[in-house]
């Protein structure tokens, strides 16, 4: 009988022994597969991150011609206005119009 259950209990470590090994191994391997899809998220977000950065840096410099435009159709808009004959130049030129047929209201 004894020596039944050392066989027993051998037999019952061994079993332990390699269930243990076998434990180990798969969680190295569940531990490789979560690092590795946080390393994928990472990068994606990361990638996601970038191509946001890209869009609104386009953004901001296409406001920022768009700004400068702006002031440069401003500052000719006041040299024109400072100049003696600019009131002249508007009067012929919105008589021409008118002449036209191309005043920009409605045609009675």
């Known amino acids: 009988?004894?020596?039944v259950s050392v066989a027993v209990v051998g037999l019952v470590a061994a079993v332990a022994g390699s269930t243990a090994v076998a434990v180990h191994h798969l969680d190295q391997t569940e531990i490789k597969r979560i690092h590795d899809k946080a390393t994928a998220?990472?990068?994606r977000v990361e990638?996601?991150?970038?191509?946001?950065?890209a869009r609104v840096e386009g953004e901001r410099r296409l406001?920022?011609?768009?700004?400068?435009?702006?002031?440069?159709?401003?500052?000719?808009?006041?040299?024109?206005?400072q100049t003696l004959d600019f009131e002249p130049n508007q009067?012929?030129?919105?008589?021409n119009q008118i002449k036209r047929g191309g005043a920009g209201g409605p045609q009675d």
């Open 91 to 95: 009067a012929a030129i919105l008589e």
């Open 1 to 3: 009988m004894v020596k």
């Open 47 to 53: 990638g996601e991150r970038k191509s946001e950065v």
């Open 63 to 81: 406001s920022e011609e768009r700004l400068r435009a702006e002031v440069e159709r401003c500052k000719y808009d006041l040299r024109l206005t």
């Open 41 to 43: 998220d990472v990068a």
